[in-house]
C-alpha cells in the first residue's frame, strides 16, 4: 500500500556534515538500536501503570492492544527500520532519532530562554584570589583576567577538535560518540526564514573570531588565524579585552542610544524570524554584516560589569540574566513614547542563538547554551577543560612564586590578515526596529517575571556515604528523594522525566528515564508515614533505588520506549497521515500524559561546576539540575512560581531523614 508514496527519505541530519564531522577524530561506534516493538510498547505500559488510574490504565492498555493499533504500529516500524537501513547507506555516523530530535528543538516557536537554553556555573578561579582592585584594570581586573583566561582555554579546546587532537570521551572503558562537538563552536540557531516553519543550525567550520557583549555594545575581533593558531598572548587578550570595557563605558548621547539588540533572540521563533528577515532583505544592509559576523562567531563572551555574589542570584544571572528596571534615571532610554523605566539587567547583554560564556565583575562565571546540537556531556567536557587550565594556572603560578621562574610566552600567531583589534558594530535603527526592541525587552521582562528560583547547596554528605552506607546508586538516591519531597508537598505523583545518555551509540543523544516505578511510588507512600518500620522502609528504598538503576541501564543501551515511540509517531505525521489512520496509542490520554514532564529533572556532576540548571518544560512543572559530589549535593530548582523554595527545604529534610533512618540501623 505504500508504492504510491514518496520513500521516508534519509535526509542527511544537520550535525553531521562531511566538514564538520572531518573537525573531530572518534572510534567508530555501533549504530543505536531500534528496540522490538513489542518490548517498546510493554515499557510504556510498565512507565504510565504507576501514574494513571487502575480505570485509565485499562483504557491505555485496550489502546495499545487493539488491533488496528498493531498493525498501522508494525507498518510504521518496517518504515522506521528501512529507514535506519537508508541511513547506514548514506551516513553510517546517524542514528534514527537524530533528524527527529533536532525538529523537535527546531521546530519549537517559544522563546529559548528559561525553556530551552540550560546553564553552568563553573568553580571560582583559584588564581584570582590574590587580585586586587589597584592593579592596571582597577576594579575590573578579575572580569578581565577571569575573562581573558577562560577565552584561552576555550580556544585550546577549539584548537583541540580542529587539529584532531582531542581525546575520545569514554565512560568506564566505553568510547563514545564525539560527532556533537563539531557543532559545538561556530554554531547559531537561525530562525525561521520565509520559506520554512523550522529554524536551522548553522555552523561556521572555519570561524576565527568571537563576538564581545559588554553593555549591549558588540565588539568582535580574531582570535584564531586559518591554521588554528592562537593570535593573541594572554596578556593581549586582557588588553583587548580592557579596551572594550572602556569603550563601553563611554556616556552615551541622545542621538546614539544604547540598544539592547540581543534581547530579539529572545523572541517566539516566529516573531524573531520576521524581525529578522527584516533585518536581512530590508534597506539597511548593516545590520545584515552585523548578524552574519555573530551567527559565524566561535562563540559569544558576554562582559556583565556587575557584582553578582548570592548563590541564587547566580542561578538567575546565568540562566537567563538578571532583570533590573531603572524607574529614575533613564536619559540613554530608547527616546520614543514608551513607559518610564529602563531595563539595565544582564538580561539584555546576551545573544541565546550560540554558545555564550558569561563572567561578571567579581570573575563568577558560566556557560549558557543552545541546545539544539550539543547535550550536557558535551558541555561539561568543556567546563572541565577551563577548570583544568585554571587548576594548572594556579600550580604553574605557585611554583613561579617560589622559583621566580618567567612563565613560558604563549605560542601566538603573526598572521597579518587577522583582526586582531576590537571592532564595534554600529547598527542602523529605524522605528519598526526601534519598536521590535522596544516589545522584545518588555515581554523579555515579563517573563523573567514568571519564573522563580531555588537552590539547595546540602554540604552534609555526598556520593561518598550514598555509596558506602546507604548502598544504592547516588542518581537513584536523588530521584528519590525528589518523588519523596514532591509527595510530602502534593500527594500526588507526577511524570518525572531524566535523561539518559546514549553516546555509547554513533550520533547518540538521550533516552527518557521514568522515574516513576511501582517500586519507588511503594516506597513513597510507606516512607510517607510516620509509623512505618524502620527495616522495612530500608528494604523499600534499597529495591526503588534498585529498580531506578536498571532502568537507567536499559535507556543508556539504546532499550528505553521513548525515541522509539517518537520517531513511529514523526514516521506518522510527516509522511503517512493519507496512507495510515492515527495509531489509537497516540490519541489515548497516556501518550500526552507520559509526554508532558512535570518534573524534568537532570544529573551534570562535576568537580568543575559550582551549579547548573534550566527552566521548566511545562507550565505547571518543575526544572530540576543536580550536582553530587563526594561530600555535598547541589540542586537547582525553576519553576513558575509554584512551591520551589518549598520543595528545596523538603528535599533537604529528605536527606536528613534517609541519614536518620540508616544510623537508626547502625545502632540497632
Wanted: net charge neutral.
Amino acid at each position: 500500500m505504500f508504492a504510491s508514496n514518496p520513500p521516508f527519505h534519509a535526509k542527511m541530519p544537520h550535525s553531521v556534515s562531511p566538514e564538520r564531522a572531518s573537525q573531530v577524530s572518534a572510534p567508530a561506534l555501533p549504530r543505536l538500536p531500534i528496540p522490538r516493538l513489542q518490548d517498546s510498547l510493554q515499557r510504556y505500559l510498565d512507565r504510565l501503570e504507576p501514574l494513571q488510574s487502575p480505570q485509565n490504565h485499562v483504557k491505555t492498555r485496550n489502546a495499545v492492544f487493539e488491533a488496528d493499533n498493531l498493525r498501522v504500529l508494525s507498518q510504521l516500524n518496517q518504515e522506521l527500520l528501512k529507514y535506519d537501513e537508508e541511513l547506514q547507506t548514506e551516513n553510517p555516523t546517524s542514528s534514527y532519532i537524530e533528524q527527529f530530535w533536532y525538529d523537535a528543538y527546531l521546530q519549537y516557536d517559544e522563546s529559548v530562554v528559561l525553556n530551552v537554553n540550560p546553564f553552568f556555573e563553573l568553580q571560582d578561579d583559584p588564581t584570582l584570589r590574590q587580585i586586587d582592585d589597584y592593579g592596571p584594570y582597577r576594579s575590573s581586573s578579575r572580569l578581565v583576567k577571569r575573562s581573558a583566561r577562560i577565552v584561552q582555554s576555550t580556544l585550546t579546546f577549539v584548537q583541540q577538535i580542529r587539529c584532531k587532537a582531542l581525546k575520545p570521551d569514554t565512560v568506564r572503558g566505553t568510547s563514545l560518540s564525539m560527532d556533537q562537538y563539531s557543532v559545538l563552536f561556530g554554531s547559531a540557531r537561525i530562525p525561521p526564514d520565509a520559506t520554512s516553519q523550522s529554524c536551522r543550525l548553522q555552523t561556521s567550520v572555519f570561524s576565527t573570531h568571537i563576538v564581545v557583549l559588554c553593555k549591549s555594545n558588540f565588539y568582535w575581533f580574531d582570535v584564531l588565524d586559518s591554521q588554528h593558531n592562537l593570535v593573541f598572548s594572554g596578556e593581549e587578550l586582557e588588553r583587548a579585552l580592557y579596551s572594550i570595557l572602556q569603550d563601553a563605558a563611554q556616556p552615551i548621547d541622545e542621538t546614539h542610544a544604547r540598544l539592547p539588540w540581543g534581547v530579539v533572540t529572545t523572541e517566539k521563533r516566529s516573531i524573531w524570524s520576521n524581525i529578522r528577515d527584516y533585518m536581512m532583505k530590508g534597506p539597511l544592509p548593516t545590520n545584515r554584516n552585523n548578524l552574519q559576523i555573530i551567527d559565524s562567531a566561535l562563540f559569544v563572551l558576554c562582559l556583565d560589569d556587575v557584582l553578582i555574589e548570592g548563590p541564587l542570584e547566580l542561578v538567575q544571572e546565568m540562566l537567563c540574566g538578571t532583570s533590573d528596571i531603572d524607574y529614575e534615571n533613564s536619559q540613554d532610554a530608547i527616546k520614543s513614547e514608551v513607559p518610564i523605566g529602563v531595563q539595565r539587567g544582564t538580561c539584555l547583554n546576551r545573544w541565546y542563538d550560540k554558545l555564550q560564556l558569561i563572567v561578571t565583575q567579581n570573575g563568577k562565571a558560566g556557560i549558557n547554551f543552545e541546545h539544539t546540537g550539543v547535550d550536557g556531556h558535551t558541555i561539561l567536557r568543556l567546563a572541565t577543560h577551563i577548570y583544568t587550565e585554571s587548576v594548572l594556572s594556579f600550580a604553574r603560578s605557585i611554583r613561579r612564586s617560589r622559583s621566580d621562574e618567567v612563565p613560558p610566552p604563549l605560542s601566538s600567531s603573526s598572521d597579518q590578515s587577522t583582526v586582531k583589534v576590537p571592532r564595534k558594530l554600529e547598527w542602523q535603527v529605524d522605528t519598526y526596529l526601534i519598536s521590535s526592541l522596544h516589545f522584545a525587552e518588555i515581554r523579555l521582562s515579563d517573563l523573567i517575571a514568571q519564573f522563580d528560583f531555588a537552590r539547595l547547596d546540602f554540604s552534609d554528605y555526598g556520593t561518598f556515604k550514598i555509596k558506602s552506607e546507604f548502598k544504592v546508586s547516588p542518581d537513584a538516591f536523588v530521584q528519590m528523594a525528589i518523588q519523596a519531597a514532591y509527595y510530602a508537598l502534593y500527594r500526588k505523583f507526577e511524570v518525572t522525566y531524566e535523561p539518559a545518555m546514549t553516546k555509547a551509540f554513533q550520533n547518540g543523544r538521550t533516552e527518557a528515564i521514568r522515574t516513576v516505578s511501582p517500586q519507588s511510588k511503594l516506597f513513597v507512600e510507606t516512607f510517607d508515614r510516620q509509623n512505618a518500620p524502620k527495616d522495612e522502609l530500608r528494604r523499600l528504598f534499597s529495591a526503588a533505588c534498585a529498580k531506578h538503576s536498571s532502568v537507567t541501564k536499559q535507556c543508556a543501551s539504546g532499550m528505553g520506549q521513548d525515541r522509539h515511540l517518537y520517531a513511529l509517531y514523526c514516521i506518522w505525521n510527516e509522511r503517512l497521515q493519507a496512507a495510515l489512520p492515527k495509531p489509537s496509542i497516540f490519541k489515548d490520554g497516556g501518550w500526552s500524559l507520559l509526554n508532558t514532564s512535570v518534573i524534568s529533572t537532570s544529573n551534570c556532576g562535576n568537580p568543575s561546576l559550582q551549579s547548573f540548571g534550566f527552566g521548566p518544560v511545562c507550565a505547571n512543572g518543575f526544572g530540576i539540575g543536580y550536582i553530587m559530589r563526594d561530600k555535598t549535593i547541589t540542586i537547582v530548582l525553576t519553576s513558575k512560581h509554584r512551591q520551589t523554595a518549598r520543595l528545596a527545604y523538603l528535599l533537604e529534610q529528605f536527606f536528613r531523614d534517609i541519614r536518620q533512618l540508616y544510623e537508626t540501623s547502625n545502632n540497632e
